[in-house]
């Protein structure tokens, strides 16, 4: 791998914070912020660019 492009995300539209369920913030965090963690944690391994 040379380049990663760091751009995966989900948003669950509401009108108030609390019509955010627990699921929802859950696979908010996953996909949005662990997933962005885990691939550069991954990435910064090898001599690649991120972007």
Known sequence: MDILINNAGVQFPCASLLDIS????????????????RLTKAVLKRDCLII
Do not use: R, V
């Open 22 to 37: 627990e699921e929802q913030l859950h696979t908010t965090f996953e996909i949005n912020i662990k997933s962005f963690i």
